[in-house]
């Protein structure tokens, strides 16, 4: 089943998620912590962490406002995504977050285009997106078949899979 989590910016979503995945080994996907004023891409199934926003642009970013992105993260956190998705061990998958850039085919967009392709029988995929882009993000992907879930929701269903 696909789940997305919507809520507004700086409401808890990835701390709340940073605790709640912290002892499990059934999650995978990533989450993009803020650590010392710059967001990192956080490998959830085998906890690790790689850049993800540079202080300044240069030509390996791309730009979102004011937060300059790792182009190649990109890159890195979806070869993550599909090596979580073929793990037979793996129930869950979290994508931390649909927002902005993919809506202008950019970012993980193609990582979501491939994700709303896949058989989500067996397994879970939560896509996290913004509150103020939700319906922007479903229109875009003309998504369907996906349930609303709350983070309390969430982390509940994080502890039954630990």
């Not at 190649?72 to 956190?77: G, L, N, R, V």
């Not at 993550?80 to 993980?108: M, R, S, T």
């Not at 491939?114 to 913004?130: A, P, S, Y």
Request: proline content about 2%; some cysteine; glycine content about 4%.
């Amino acid at each position: 089943m696909i789940y997305i989590l919507s809520q507004a910016i700086k409401s808890g979503k990835t701390t709340t998620l940073m605790e709640a995945v912290s002892q499990s080994h059934s999650i995978g996907g990533f989450l993009s912590p803020t650590v010392d004023t710059l967001r990192q891409l956080y490998d959830i199934n085998n906890k690790v962490y790689i850049d993800f926003e540079k202080a300044e642009p240069d030509d390996t970013t791309i730009r979102v406002g004011r937060f300059s992105f790792i182009k190649e993260s990109f890159s890195i956190a979806a070869d993550w995504v599909i090596e979580h998705y073929n793990n037979p061990n793996i129930n869950c998958i979290i994508i931390d977050e649909i927002g902005k850039l993919e809506l202008q085919n950019e970012g993980f967009d193609k990582l979501t285009k491939q994700l709303l392709h896949l058989d989500w029988t067996t397994k879970d995929c939560v896509l996290i997106i913004r509150d103020f882009l939700l319906d922007d993000v479903i229109d875009k992907y003309k998504m369907t078949d996906y349930k609303i879930i709350t983070l309390t929701a969430l982390t509940d269903k994080i502890d039954s899979l630990s």
